[in-house]
């Protein structure tokens, strides 16, 4: 069980995460969140993560003969940039109303004041997913109670008397108790994501290739129940250039998968392109060697209840729906790859890829014939 678990955890990219103390549970870091910014903390996940679940797919650019097959073990592991552990925290996404009413005796109505009126711009650095310790959104006391002063006061001298004598020490007081540091959420402290991937291809007539990935659920506990499938399509193109004994293999596939993380996270990934290569196979022994590019595409369908900070008349938080699509990066990918087979039946492959987000070293080791 904790094998499995750790191979789920892997996929996710999560797997180097096993206590509290590391980050806070996933969702009660979006739920402290409203749209714009859980977008930007998941996004460098969406693309990274997109990029390793299209990966591994093929190890040669030939496709298995009719009933040959293949069953694999690979892992892509995708490089995680400095530029996609940070983003800057949208102040206009919240605003708190501010209660001067009572502290004022009914002198100044209660404001509600966009958070970029409350916290400095300057302080906005924290954790995406893939990032560590979270920042926190400072206070700008001195700009509110500015602001507070000028739309009371005016240019009304007897108001400026009362907000001297004493209104004034009041709403600082307010506005410093009403208005705290507020801590953001971390992240997961990753440089490198790995992907564990298990497959099975099998050849089919008129040169092609069908192939299937498939994970059961399992419960993950704070990170909620996981799942995912996939499968391919490859079909051999060379077998159409009349050509006797075309010199390279050329393969064309196109492949589809979901994963879906608790009631949070159903992460799309589309993949098709073009393989070129050449592959000797004898009976004990072979190798084979390819380039490929192809297209990526990748999204996320995001659900989640979000805390508003306000309780209900029970003394229960108030909760609030959000949810949206988010699209990966995706675009072209390019890549090459290589395999061995030392001896029959075995297989030891790696590649690697340029995604437009991410870099991607695969190895993988495949048992299979034909």
Known sequence: MRLRKFLVLGVVALGLVSSPAKAQDLQES???????????YLQPFVDGFGSGMNSGWYYKSSVHKFLGFDLSVRVAGIQIADDQKTFDWVLSDNNLTLPLSDATSDQIADLTLPFSHLYLDTETETATLFGDQG????????????LIEEQYVGTDPNKQSIWDGGLGAQVTSTVTSSVDTIPLPGGFNLSAMPVPIVQAAIGLPMGTELSAR???????????????????????LDQFIPIPLFPVDITAGAFYQQMKMGDIITATNLHYGLQVGKSINLLI?????????????????????YNT?????????????????LDG??????????????????NI???YSQTSTNQVATIGLNIGMR
Do not use: C, W
Request: hydrophobic share 40%; glycine share 16%; no cysteine.
């Open 30 to 40: 979006l739920e402290s969140m409203l749209k714009s910014n859980a977008q930007l």
């Open 285 to 305: 022994f072979g190798l084979g060697a390819y380039v490929d590019a192809g297209m990526d595409a990748s999204s996320i369908d995001v659900a989640y209840e």
């Open 135 to 146: 920042g926190k959104l400072t206070p700008n006391h001195s700009h509110i109670v500015g």
């Open 214 to 236: 498939f994970f059961p659920e399992q419960d993950l506990g704070e990170l909620g129940k996981f799942s995912f499938y996939g499968g391919g399509l490859r079909v051999n």
């Open 309 to 325: 900070g306000a309780t209900d008349t029970n003394g229960d938080p108030i909760m609030s729906d959000v949810s949206f699509t």
């Open 329 to 346: 990066e995706g675009g072209p990918r390019f890549g090459a790859g290589i395999f061995i087979k030392p001896i029959p039946f075995i």
């Open 349 to 351: 492959s790696a590649a």
